[in-house]
């Protein structure tokens, strides 16, 4: 009898431990063999993009926040990138304003979203104090906007980078410049220099760049709510020249509160929309929609010196799934 409870007893104990060894995450086994379409790149790098999504975890902030976490798992995820409209209503007033806390740092919390996230401005943080986002790069370990625009060289493999830009779209709008009270500082910003910065940037021919990607709040083109409107014409007229030019391979951006891939007739450039991280909006088509769906997600990459792989990721209440899939290929 007592080797029987002595047995019952290290039978109890052994499976107490082997659980408490157990990853907090210990159900990714499963999910990753849920998700098979979806994996990391031996020999490249991976990211996130997201958009339009700091509501204090309101709408579906918080679970397309559990599935960042998941697919940034799945992905070994090297960076995030936020396409603008970081807090809403209107934008942080200071470092210490409490957004900081209730609509991102208590929100994205897996491990692999503490790595880089290399954030735009939207047109809701220019309610707010836009310079405390900048500011704040100087808080967080993760949180990077040296500037209103900036570029970041990021290896992929063997000498070859990736060259992604960041720009700040908002003061080409002109409802926007016309409107000061609201957006403010918006009227101190020189486009011009921008234009001037990112087209230097664009005609660096290093043949070590195998890639270029261009990252600003307004969509060049829409299926949705703005398909037609005057801001999204004149983002067209003024940054379409530009980035075809120079044969930049992607546009990630947002506004549009939905999830739009598009590829216009004879344009080398693809415009990926990521807007869904909260609270979405409809959406339709264009000439050279791809997919759109107005569902709660992000957008997912893998990256090689040859190819360019895109997820299109919806968070459903309990889990995601991969609702869309394209290449780019060198």
């Known amino acids: 009898m007592i080797k029987h409870i002595i047995s019952l007893l290290i039978f109890i104990g052994v499976s107490f431990y082997s659980y408490a060894q157990e990853r907090p995450d210990h159900t990714l086994n499963n999910v990753a063999h849920e998700h098979d379409d979806i994996r990391s790149e031996k020999n ?36 995030t990138i936020s396409v603008g409209d970081n807090f809403y209503p209107t934008g942080v007033q200071s470092t210490q304003d409490y957004q900081w806390i209730s609509s991102f740092e208590s929100i994205y919390t897996h491990h692999l979203l503490h790595e880089s996230w290399f954030v735009a401005l939207g047109n809701h943080d220019y309610e707010g104090n836009s310079q405390a986002q900048i500011d704040y790069t100087n808080v967080s370990r993760r949180w990077e906007m040296p500037d209103r625009y900036f570029e970041k060289m990021i290896q992929i493999d063997k000498g070859k980078y ?30 011009q220099k921008q234009l001037i910065w990112l087209e230097t940037k664009l005609k660096n021919n290093n043949p070590e760049i195998v890639w270029r990607i261009v990252v600003g709040h307004h969509p060049l083109y829409s299926g949705g709510k703005r398909k037609a409107d005057k801001e999204t014409v004149e983002i067209q007229n003024i940054f379409e020249p530009v980035l075809e030019k120079y044969k930049v391979d992607a546009y990630i951006c947002g506004h549009e509160h939905d999830l739009q891939i598009i590829r216009k007739n004879k344009k080398h450039l693809t415009q990926f929309l990521s807007g869904a991280g909260s609270e979405l909006r409809e959406t339709g088509t264009t000439e050279g929609t791809l997919f759109a769906e107005s569902v709660p997600g992000f957008m997912a ?12 990721i919806q968070s459903n209440k309990n889990d995601f799934k991969v609702i869309y899939k394209t290449e780019i290929k060198k």
């Open 44 to 79: 490249g790098i991976s990211f996130l993009a997201i958009g339009d999504f700091g509501r204090h975890g309101a709408f579906t902030q918080k679970e397309v926040a559990r599935d960042m976490g998941t697919v940034a798992e799945l992905l070994d995820l090297n960076f």
């Open 162 to 191: 990736l060259q992604l830009l960041i720009i700040d779209t908002n003061p080409f709008i002109s409802k926007y410049q016309k409107n000061t009270s609201k957006y403010l500082g918006i009227d101190e910003q020189d486009t």
């Open 301 to 312: 990459f893998t990256l090689t010196n040859n190819v360019l792989k895109a997820y299109v």
